[in-house]
């Protein structure tokens, strides 16, 4: 679930996996400002991030009682294809969908995910269910890009949706046979990895012959392999995460997740926080995103003690980086509900007074009305981060991948 990467980050990553040089990214030429529709949040351009950054804006809201704006529904509603699939972003929604339209897997298991939680869009929501399982791969898993390599984060956001929607991830299957849950745990480290410290993780592709782990993947599927969504209710039970158990054959899903956690938790431990490679940098640098994913996963898994250092350095570290940004805020937010944290006290932040911001205010349940704190706010265009993340092989990667620019790669 992290956040997209800006069109200005993604030609910097593309330009340096492509080994082209540094002069290349010298002297940008000037873009016209964005035209921001009514309805979406967020003042960045959304042509890589729109659907996403609006289905975890409308997902916070929901998740901590409020009603989002009809306006703000009706857009991400409005952004769905006859054949039930989301494009990132859609200039023009009243043009009808071609098949040159770029419609991708994670903003569709994005979507269907905020439109099932909001209620009142079963048709939509069936409509994006079959779309995502008609782009399956044979391989049983999915691609960014429909048509591309399987990899595991998309994969994972998919099971999620389907898991989210009512669907059973293991009955989902390709052509081949090859169930959804089949294509995840082919990306699974298991118990003869090495270093022994990757054992449990996910890899997000293969690339040269290896599957490195990969943070990012590793925390989706968490969620996948658990059956759960973006948005994850605080539980009950709560014990540290331990190292993955190795029993005779595969794994069942639940149990990689379980392996997965203790990955994560392990991972947590080094800095207090995940960390990313990022061009330019000397060492690995912070990685917000990602850290925030693996507090929400370890709350899934039940060990919410294993997350409780992250959750700590989120609180004092995140606010600069999710500053009028709705799908960080968001992505807080639900950070802070898996981890049964007031989102409106998250490090002496309002998340959700910050988020609320950002786009067309919400109504509260009960009225309808505008809550009167949200009621003379402007959106806040200021702190649009584009992360800038270094991709590993752009053949493991692919095209498609580069120019969504969903996923980080290089996760410690």
């Known amino acids: 679930m992290n956040v997209r990467r800006s069109a200005a980050a993604l030609a910097a990553s593309a330009v340096l996996c492509l080994g082209a040089a540094p002069a290349a990214l010298a ?18 351009d959304p042509t890589y991030d729109g659907v996403w950054r609006q289905s975890f804006a409308l997902l916070a809201q929901h998740t901590v009682g409020l ?36 419609l991708d897997t994670n ?37 960014y890009v429909p048509g591309s390599p399987s990899e595991a984060s998309s994969t994972s956001v998919v099971i999620s949706a389907l898991a989210v929607a009512g669907e059973k991830p293991a009955d989902v299957k390709s052509k081949a046979g090859k169930s959804a849950y089949d294509g995840l745990l082919a990306f699974r480290l298991g118990c003869d990895a090495e270093p022994a410290s990757d054992r449990g993780a996910f890899g997000y592709q293969p690339a040269d012959g290896k599957l490195p782990a990969n943070a990012d993947a590793t925390a989706a599927a968490t969620l996948a392999g658990l059956g759960q969504g973006a948005v994850v209710a605080p539980a009950a039970a709560d014990s540290p995460a331990t190292a993955p158990a190795c029993p005779a054959g595969a794994p069942d899903p639940a149990a990689a997740a379980q392996g997965a956690a203790g990955y994560l938790a392990e991972a947590l431990k080094k800095d207090g926080h995940l960390t990313a490679a990022t061009p330019g940098a000397d060492q690995p640098t912070p990685d917000t995103g990602n850290t925030a994913d693996a507090v929400i996963a370890l709350a899934a898994a039940g060990h919410k003690q294993s997350a409780a250092g992250a959750l700590e350095w989120l609180k004092a570290n995140s606010a600069q980086w999710a500053k009028g940004n709705p799908a960080a805020l968001g992505t807080l937010v639900l950070t802070a509900h898996a981890t049964g944290t007031d989102p409106r006290t998250f490090g002496g932040t309002d998340l959700v007074a910050a988020l609320n911001a950002t786009g067309p205010a919400p109504q509260t349940p009960a009225t309808g009305a505008m809550p009167a704190k949200d009621k003379d706010k402007d959106e806040d265009g200021s702190g649009n981060l584009g992360w800038i993340i270094g991709a590993g092989a752009a053949a493991g990667v692919g095209i498609g991948f580069l120019l969504s620019g969903r996923r980080k790669k290089n996760q410690v």
Request: proline fraction near 10%; charged fraction near 15%.
């Open 107 to 143: 903003a569709t298991a994005v979507a269907v995910q905020a439109l099932k939680a909001l209620g009142g869009h079963d048709a939509q929501v069936k409509k994006g269910v079959d779309w995502l399982k008609s782009v399956q791969n044979e391989d049983g898993g999915w691609a």
């Open 67 to 102: 009603r989002p704006a009809p306006q703000a529904v009706a857009w991400l509603s409005g952004q769905q294809c006859a054949d039930g699939g989301f494009a990132s972003f859609r200039a023009d929604a009243t043009k009808a969908c071609d098949p040159a339209t770029p």
């Open 27 to 44: 002297a940008p030429s000037p873009s016209p400002a964005p035209v921001i529709p009514s309805g979406l949040f967020g003042q960045a």
